[in-house]
C-alpha cells in the first residue's frame, strides 16, 4: 500500500466500523430509553399502588380509632373498681362497636400492668399479659398520640393483625392502662383493583423501622429493618416516594414505593421485583431493532461505495505515485547525467589547455636534453667532476619534466599507446610483488580474481602505472594500515553510468576494483578528485596527477573509470578495461625493450630532419651528426618536399608532426614516399596519439615521442635504416 492509499483505508475502515458501531450504539440507546422508560413506569405504577393501597388502611385506622374514642367515653369516667362491677354491660358495649366498625376484630380495655381488663367479641386465650408491647411502654413514658404495633401470638385469635393503642385517662387523673383495636390484615393490606404486582410484597412500616404487617410472595421478613438501609433514610422526609433498594432482604433489587397512612408514623410499603420493569422488553427490542436494522444497512451500502471509491482512487494514486517516482529518477538520471556531462566537460577544457602546454613544453625539454648530452658528447673524458655534476643534474631535471609532461599528457588522453590483449589476472599475479614493495607493512593486499574473465585491450606499461598510482593513493590514505582489495570481475555498463564519457560505449566491460579501508574522501574532493594538480596531501607529498593519469590513460583505450567514496569508510576506485579481442593470444605484462643502438649506426646514412622549433632542429641535427649520419635540415614540410624535388637524397625522413604552413608530418611522409618509395620515416610529436587519431597514420608510420633523448631516436632510426625497402608499386 502507498502512502496515499493508507488514508483512504483508514477512512474506508472507519465508515465499516461505522456501519456496525453506529447501529448497534443507537439500538443500545434505544434499548436503555425503553428499559429506563419501563423502570419510570413500574416506579409509577409502584407509587400508585402503594396510594391506593394506603387509602383503606388509612380509613381503617381512622375507624380503629373512632372505636377508641366510644370506648373511652365509655370507660373514661369510671374507676377501675365500677369498671369491674359493670364488666358484663361494658362488654356487651365492646362487642356492639366492635360489630359497628368495619375492619375491627376486637377491642381490649388494658390495666395499668398490661393485663386485659375487657375484651371484646371474646376473652383472651391465655395470653392476656401485653406488658411487653413498645408501643403501651411508649403510653407509659406519657405519649399522647396512637400507638401502633403488632399484635403478639394468641392474644385476640389468629385473624388480627394490627393494634392500635391509645392511653386511657380521665378527667385530671394521668394514664391510666390502655385502649387497644385490634384490625384485619385484609382490611389493611386490600390491593387495589387494577393494581395487581405480581411477585410484590406489602407491608405496614413504623417509623422506627419495625415491619408490623406484611403480605405477598416470599420468605417471611425481619421484625425490623436496618436503620442504615436507604428506605428507612427516605421515610421521615417524605410522606411518599419511590426508589430502587433491598429493605426486605430478598438478594436483589426491588422498586419500592411507600405512603405515610395520614398523620401517623405508620407507611404502607410496596416492594416490586426489578422484573416488573423488563416486562414486555421482547416487543420493544424488535421494534428498536426494525428501526436500526435500515440505518445499519444503509451505511453499509455507502461504506461499500465509499470502499469502491477509494479502491479507484488508490489505483489512480498509486499508478501517479508511479509515475511521479519514475519521473524524479529520471530526473535525478538527468541531473546525475548533466552533472558528470559538466565535469567532462570541465575536465576536457583542462585537457586540451594541459595537452597544448605539454607540446611546446616537450620541444623545451627535447632542446635542453639534446644540449646537455651533446655537451656530454663534445667534452667526453675531459670534463670535470663540476661539469658532469651539472650536466647530470640537467639531464635529471629533464627526466623529472618529461614524467610531469607524460602524466599531463596521459590526463589529456594524448599519450602514445601500444594496446595489445591483456589477460588482467595475470598481469595483476606479475604486478603483485612490486605493488607489496609500494606499501607499508602495514597494509594487507588481497585478491579476489575472476578466473572466467575475459581479456581486455589495455596498455600494458599504462595499466601498471594506473594500479600503482592507486595502491599509492591507497597508502596515504591508510597512515595506521588498514586492507587493499583488489578484485576482477566482469561488468556491464548502461547508457547513464557512462554520462559525460563520449569515449566509451554502454555493453560488456572488464572490471579491476581497487578498494581501501582508508579516510575516504568528502563529496567536494571526490568531484575534484581526477583534476590535475588538485591534492588533499601536505606540500611536497604529491603532484596531484595521479588520479589525473589514471582518468586520461581508462578514457584514452574507451574505457570509464569511476570512484566512490565516504569520509570514514574507504575508497572504492573501479576501472572499466574494454574487452579485448577473441582471437589475438593475451599477453600479461611489458614487452621487452629494443637493443640499443651502435654509437656509429648512422655512418654512410642521410636523414632528412624537419622541426619547426630551430633548437629543437639544432639539437636533433648536431645528435645525428655525433652518430655519424649525414644531415639534412629544413623548417617545414614544404621546404623539405622542395630538397627532395631537387633531387636531395635522404635515406630516412625524421619530422616533427604537428608544423605551421598545412602540411603535418603525416602528409610530408605520405608524399615523400610518393617521390621516394625506399625512404625511411620517423616522426616524433608532444602529443602524438592525439595527431594519430587526427590524421590516421597510427599503422602506416613509426612515431617517437617528445622528449626524445638520442638514445632512443637512434635506436629507431637504426631500425628504419635496416627496413626492407619498399616495392615501388607500394607507391
Known amino acids: 500500500m502507498t502512502r496515499a492509499a493508507g488514508p483512504a483505508r483508514i477512512v474506508t475502515i472507519m465508515v465499516l466500523a461505522a456501519a456496525v458501531l453506529l447501529p448497534a450504539l443507537l439500538l443500545l440507546v434505544l434499548t436503555l430509553h425503553d428499559r429506563g422508560h419501563r423502570r419510570e413506569g413500574a416506579s409509577r405504577a409502584a407509587e400508585l399502588a402503594a396510594a391506593r393501597a394506603a387509602e383503606p388502611a388509612r380509613l381503617a385506622i381512622q375507624a380503629a380509632l373512632g372505636a377508641l374514642d366510644r370506648a373511652e367515653d365509655l370507660t373514661g369516667p369510671l374507676s377501675w373498681a365500677q369498671l369491674q362491677a359493670r364488666r358484663g354491660a361494658l362488654q356487651g358495649e365492646f362487642r356492639r362497636i366492635v360489630q359497628a366498625t368495619p375492619g375491627l376484630v376486637a377491642l381490649l380495655l388494658l390495666r395499668p400492668d398490661g393485663r386485659v381488663a375487657?375484651?371484646?367479641?371474646?376473652?383472651?386465650?391465655?395470653?392476656?399479659?401485653?406488658?411487653?408491647?413498645?408501643?403501651?411502654?411508649?403510653?407509659?413514658?406519657?405519649?399522647?398520640?396512637?400507638?401502633?404495633?403488632?399484635?403478639?401470638?394468641?392474644?385476640?385469635?389468629?385473624?388480627?393483625?394490627?393494634?392500635?393503642?391509645?392511653?386511657?385517662?380521665?378527667?385530671?387523673?394521668?394514664?391510666?392502662g390502655a385502649l387497644v383495636a385490634a384490625?384485619?390484615?385484609?382490611?389493611?393490606?386490600?390491593?387495589?383493583?387494577?393494581?395487581?404486582?405480581?411477585?410484590?410484597?406489602?407491608?405496614?412500616?413504623?417509623?422506627?423501622?419495625?415491619?408490623?404487617?406484611?403480605?405477598?410472595?416470599?420468605?417471611?421478613?425481619?421484625?425490623t429493618l436496618p436503620a442504615d438501609g436507604p428506605l428507612m433514610a427516605a421515610l421521615p422526609g417524605a410522606a411518599g416516594g419511590t426508589l430502587v433498594a433491598d429493605p426486605f432482604r430478598r438478594g436483589a433489587p426491588q422498586i419500592v414505593a411507600w405512603q405515610r397512612l395520614g398523620a401517623h408514623p405508620v407507611h404502607l410499603v410496596v416492594a416490586a421485583p426489578m422484573s416488573l420493569a423488563d416486562a414486555g422488553w421482547l416487543p420493544g427490542m424488535l421494534l428498536n431493532l426494525g428501526l436500526t436494522l435500515p440505518i445499519g444497512v444503509g451505511i453499509l451500502v455507502v461504506a461499500l461505495r465509499v470502499w469502491r471509491s477509494d479502491r479507484r482512487?488508490?489505483?489512480?494514486?498509486?499508478?501517479?505515485?508511479?509515475?511521479?517516482?519514475?519521473?524524479?529518477a529520471e530526473i535525478a538520471r538527468r541531473e546525475a547525467a548533466e552533472e558528470s556531462l559538466r565535469n567532462a566537460q570541465r575536465l576536457e577544457g583542462l585537457g586540451r589547455l594541459t595537452g597544448g602546454v605539454a607540446h611546446d613544453f616537450n620541444n623545451l625539454l627535447t632542446a635542453i636534453l639534446g644540449t646537455a648530452r651533446s655537451l656530454e658528447r663534445h667534452l667526453g673524458p675531459q670534463a670535470d667532476d663540476r661539469t658532469k655534476r651539472l650536466l647530470a643534474a640537467a639531464v635529471a631535471a629533464v627526466d623529472r619534466g618529461a614524467r610531469l609532461n607524460a602524466s599531463l599528457l596521459a590526463f589529456a588522453r594524448r599519450q602514445p599507446l601500444t594496446l595489445a590483449n591483456l589477460d588482467a589476472n595475470a598481469?595483476?599475479?606479475?604486478?603483485?610483488?612490486?605493488?607489496?614493495?609500494?606499501?607499508?607493512?602495514?597494509?594487507?593486499v588481497e585478491l579476489a580474481l575472476d578466473e572466467k574473465l575475459p581479456t581486455c585491450r589495455a596498455d600494458a606499461v599504462q595499466l601498471e602505472a594506473a594500479l600503482l598510482n592507486l595502491a599509492v593513493n591507497a597508502r596515504d590514505a591508510m597512515p595506521r594500515g588498514g586492507v587493499l582489495r583488489i578484485a576482477t570481475r566482469r561488468a556491464w555498463l548502461q547508457e547513464q553510468a557512462l554520462a559525460g564519457n563520449p569515449e566509451a560505449q554502454p555493453g560488456p566491460y572488464v572490471a579491476v576494483e581497487m578498494r581501501d579501508t582508508g579516510e575516504g574522501m568528502s563529496p567536494t574532493v571526490r568531484e575534484r578528485a581526477f583534476e590535475p594538480f588538485f591534492t588533499t596531501k601536505a606540500r611536497g607529498q604529491g603532484t596531484g596527477l595521479g588520479l589525473s593519469q589514471v582518468f586520461g590513460f581508462v578514457r584514452q583505450i574507451g574505457g570509464h573509470v569511476a570512484i566512490?567514496?565516504?569520509?570514514?569508510?574507504?575508497?572504492?576506485?573501479?576501472?572499466?578495461?574494454?574487452?579485448?579481442?577473441?582471437?589475438?593470444?593475451?599477453?600479461?605484462g611489458t614487452l621487452p625493450?629494443?637493443?640499443?643502438?651502435?654509437?656509429?649506426?648512422?655512418?654512410?646514412?642521410?636523414?632528412?630532419?624537419?622541426?619547426?622549433?630551430?633548437?629543437?632542429?639544432?639539437?636533433?641535427?648536431?645528435?645525428?651528426?655525433?652518430a655519424g649520419y649525414a644531415v639534412l635540415a629544413a623548417p617545414d614540410g614544404p621546404t623539405a618536399l622542395a630538397l627532395l624535388r631537387e633531387g636531395a637524397q635522404a635515406d630516412i625522413l625524421f619530422s616533427d608532426v604537428v608544423m605551421p604552413g598545412g602540411m603535418t608530418g603525416f602528409d610530408l611522409a605520405r608524399e615523400a614516399r610518393r617521390l621516394r618509395p625506399s625512404i625511411g620515416v620517423l616522426l616524433a610529436s608532444g602529443y602524438a596519439a592525439e595527431?594519430?587519431?587526427?590524421?590516421?597514420?597510427?599503422?602506416?608510420?613509426?612515431?617517437?615521442?617528445?622528449?626524445?633523448?638520442s638514445e632512443g631516436v637512434l635506436t629507431r632510426l637504426a631500425a628504419q635504416r635496416s627496413r626492407p625497402p619498399r616495392p615501388a608499386s607500394a607507391a
Open 118 to 176: 375487657l375484651a371484646a367479641p371474646a376473652e383472651p386465650g391465655g395470653g392476656e399479659d401485653l406488658a411487653g408491647l413498645g408501643a403501651l411502654r411508649a403510653l407509659r413514658e406519657g405519649a399522647h398520640e396512637a400507638a401502633f404495633d403488632a399484635v403478639p401470638a394468641d392474644v385476640v385469635g389468629p385473624s388480627a393483625a394490627l393494634l392500635v393503642l391509645r392511653g386511657r385517662t380521665a378527667a385530671g387523673r394521668p394514664v391510666e
Open 593 to 626: 625493450p629494443a637493443p640499443a643502438a651502435s654509437p656509429h649506426a648512422g655512418v654512410g646514412c642521410t636523414v632528412l630532419v624537419v622541426e619547426d622549433e630551430p633548437a629543437v632542429r639544432a639539437v636533433a641535427v648536431d645528435m645525428l651528426q655525433d
Open 564 to 588: 566512490q567514496s565516504a569520509e570514514k569508510r574507504g575508497t572504492t576506485v573501479t576501472l572499466y578495461l574494454p574487452l579485448g579481442s577473441a582471437v589475438e593470444p593475451p599477453v600479461s
Open 183 to 223: 384490625l384485619d390484615p385484609a382490611a389493611m393490606l386490600a390491593t387495589p383493583r387494577g393494581h395487581a404486582l405480581d411477585g410484590a410484597r406489602i407491608a405496614l412500616l413504623r417509623q422506627d423501622g419495625a415491619v408490623l404487617l406484611h403480605a405477598g410472595e416470599g420468605e417471611s421478613v425481619a421484625p
Open 691 to 709: 595527431a594519430l587519431a587526427q590524421h590516421g597514420g597510427a599503422e602506416e608510420f613509426e612515431l617517437i615521442g617528445k622528449p626524445y633523448d
Open 427 to 444: 598481469l595483476l599475479r606479475d604486478f603483485l610483488p612490486l605493488l607489496r614493495r609500494a606499501l607499508d607493512e602495514t597494509m594487507k
Open 313 to 328: 482512487d488508490a489505483e489512480t494514486l498509486m499508478r501517479l505515485e508511479a509515475n511521479a517516482a519514475e519521473l524524479r
